[in-house]
């Protein structure tokens, strides 16, 4: 995840003061375990285009019970794992869900919810905001006609919206989720004004990654003019926003070459903040995959996060969470553990690999078969990944890989 208002929040204080705020100390020392996507249930009753999980409406047998949930909570807490964030399907039509949450907060952990919104009415809401869930994340891929047509499910925009209205209104920290593609990318900027609009504070932009259903949809991704035309208007909203000290939080997911591109975006409107900057973003390092954020499935499969469901680490009924995730024997989890990764083609040569840390492994994957081949989702040319203009083995194999996109069509 890239945290977009952070930055900006740190370059309106450096704007201000002339000097740009030294990093926190917080988290110096051990560090904690990964941020775990909890996969709960897989059963959900939205059948949405881009869904990894492609679920349906039925149950899915073999899931881990309630008691098993327990079990591995224990494991996570004594790995210091300090978020979960529980998801689906849809996390809501787990009977225990309640249970769950509240289990993760007495014990500490940060508790977010991800959900599509529809199953949320008053009372629903109600009990949201009485379980204490520190996050909820509600997923609207666009105005009505096009969150509807994504969804599947006509009447899913305003069922959604009034959730987001009901969770506001009872003091819930509620988020947007919208993944963009070229189906969508004209609600962006609606979008926008719609969380402005409605008092929402967080807004998560996710590129389309190519797993699940957005793997058979991947020939419809936005192409890269128009993501570098959205997270221009992104990151203009943030800086807005952090300039004028809104209480306004802007993420983005799923293309660390974000980082890198938010570079480029101050060198050219301020110039004297770039190396600051970059000092800053080389600390994050970009891609977390196996690192730090992590997925348990339905079924107790882990994966280097939520994208990974064709590839399994091991299961938390066989061993606990915390060996699965120190186990370099697998080879896709050592080089997501190596610094630096070894990753090939022109992230190998990109100037900026240090922060963008090699961007998504998934992509890479599902179109070439080779995990550490260059991810094909970069958008930034070769020029601003500092290649020599014309760097005929970079380009040519870039071309290539975007003609295997187009065949998918
Ligand atoms: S070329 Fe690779 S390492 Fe460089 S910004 Fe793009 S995805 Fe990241």
Same mark, same amino acid.
């Given at each position: 995840?890239?945290?977009?208002?952070?930055?900006?929040?740190?370059?309106?204080?450096? !704007?201000?003061?002339?000097?740009?705020? #030294?990093?926190?100390?917080?988290?110096?020392?051990?560090?904690?375990?990964?941020?775990?996507?909890?996969? =709960?249930?897989?059963?959900?009753?939205?059948?949405? *285009?881009?869904?990894?999980?492609?679920?349906?409406?039925?149950?899915?047998?073999?899931?881990?019970?309630?008691? $098993?949930?327990?079990?591995?909570?224990?494991?996570?807490?004594?790995?210091?794992?300090?978020?979960?964030?529980?998801?689906?399907?849809?996390?809501?039509?787990?009977? +225990?869900? /309640?249970?769950?949450?509240?289990?993760? *907060?007495?014990?500490?952990?940060?508790?977010?919810?991800? %959900?599509?919104? @529809?199953?949320?009415?008053?009372?629903?809401?109600?009990?949201?905001? #009485?379980?204490? /869930?520190?996050?909820?994340?509600?997923?609207? +891929?666009?105005?009505?006609? %096009?969150?509807?047509?994504?969804?599947?499910?006509?009447?899913?925009?305003?069922?959604?919206?009034?959730?987001?209205?009901?969770?506001?209104?009872?003091?819930? *920290?509620?988020?947007?989720?919208? @993944?963009?593609?070229?189906?969508?990318?004209?609600?962006?900027?609606?979008?926008?004004?719609?969380?402005?609009?409605?008092?929402?504070?967080?807004?998560? /932009?996710?590129?389309?990654?190519?797993?699940?259903?957005?793997?058979?949809?991947?020939? *419809?991704? #936005?192409?890269?003019?128009?993501?570098?035309?959205?997270?221009?208007?992104?990151?203009?909203?943030?800086?807005?926003?952090?300039?004028?000290? =809104? +209480?306004?939080?802007?993420?983005?997911?799923?293309?660390?070459?974000?980082?890198?591109?938010?570079?480029?975006?101050?060198?050219?409107? /301020?110039?004297?903040?770039? $190396?600051?900057?970059?000092?800053? =973003?080389?600390?994050?390092?970009?891609?977390?995959?196996?690192?730090?954020?992590?997925?348990?499935?339905?079924?107790? $499969?882990?994966?280097? &996060?939520?994208?990974?469901?064709?590839? #399994? =680490?091991?299961?938390?009924?066989?061993?606990?969470?915390?060996?699965?995730?120190?186990?370099?024997? &697998?080879?896709?989890?050592?080089?997501?553990?190596?610094?630096?990764?070894?990753?090939?083609?022109?992230?190998?040569?990109?100037?900026?690999?240090?922060?963008?840390?090699?961007?998504?492994?998934?992509?890479?994957? !599902?179109?070439?078969?080779?995990?550490?081949? $260059?991810?094909?989702?970069?958008?930034?040319? &070769?020029?601003?990944?500092?290649?020599?203009?014309? &760097?005929?083995?970079?380009?040519?194999?870039? @071309?290539?890989?975007?003609?295997?996109?187009?065949?998918?069509?």
């Amino acid at each position: 995840m890239f945290r977009i208002s952070q930055y900006m929040r740190e370059l309106a204080q450096a !704007q201000q003061t002339g000097q740009w705020p #030294a990093a926190s100390r917080r988290g110096l020392g051990t560090p904690p375990g990964p941020v775990v996507i909890w996969n =709960l249930i897989r059963r959900c009753n939205l059948t949405c *285009k881009h869904c990894y999980a492609l679920s349906a409406d039925h149950d899915y047998t073999g899931e881990l019970s309630g008691d $098993e949930v327990a079990t591995v909570m224990d494991d996570l807490k004594a790995f210091r794992v300090p978020v979960l964030i529980l998801s689906g399907g849809e996390p809501l039509m787990r009977p +225990d869900l /309640f249970e769950i949450a509240e289990r993760a *907060k007495r014990m500490g952990f940060y508790t977010g919810l991800s %959900t599509n919104g @529809t199953l949320i009415d008053a009372p629903m809401a109600d009990r949201i905001a #009485a379980q204490g /869930f520190d996050y909820v994340g509600i997923s609207l +891929d666009g105005l009505r006609e %096009t969150h509807d047509k994504f969804r599947r499910l006509e009447g899913a925009f305003d069922r959604s919206l009034a959730a987001v209205r009901l969770l506001r209104e009872r003091g819930v *920290k509620v988020g947007l989720r919208y @993944t963009m593609t070229a189906m969508n990318a004209h609600d962006f900027a609606p979008l926008l004004d719609l969380m402005r609009a409605e008092r929402v504070n967080k807004f998560y /932009f996710s590129h389309l990654n190519y797993a699940g259903r957005g793997n058979i949809h991947r020939g *419809k991704d #936005a192409q890269f003019q128009s993501t570098r035309d959205a997270l221009d208007r992104l990151y203009d909203r943030a800086w807005q926003a952090a300039r004028d000290g =809104l +209480d306004e939080e802007y993420v983005t997911g799923n293309n660390d070459a974000d980082g890198p591109y938010l570079l480029q975006w101050v060198a050219q409107r /301020f110039p004297r903040w770039t $190396e600051a900057l970059r000092e800053r =973003l080389v600390a994050w390092g970009g891609n977390a995959s196996g690192v730090n954020v992590a997925n348990i499935d339905n079924l107790g $499969e882990v994966h280097p &996060d939520t994208m990974w469901w064709h590839h #399994a =680490l091991g299961n938390v009924r066989q061993r606990p969470f915390s060996q699965i995730w120190m186990d370099t024997s &697998d080879p896709l989890m050592a080089g997501l553990k190596a610094s630096p990764r070894p990753v090939e083609g022109r992230c190998a040569k990109c100037q900026h690999f240090a922060i963008c840390g090699g961007n998504t492994r998934t992509r890479a994957q !599902q179109l070439t078969g080779n995990a550490w081949a $260059e991810d094909p989702g970069c958008y930034l040319s &070769d020029e601003e990944i500092g290649l020599p203009a014309g &760097d005929a083995t970079a380009s040519t194999r870039r @071309t290539t890989i975007l003609m295997k996109e187009v065949d998918h069509v």
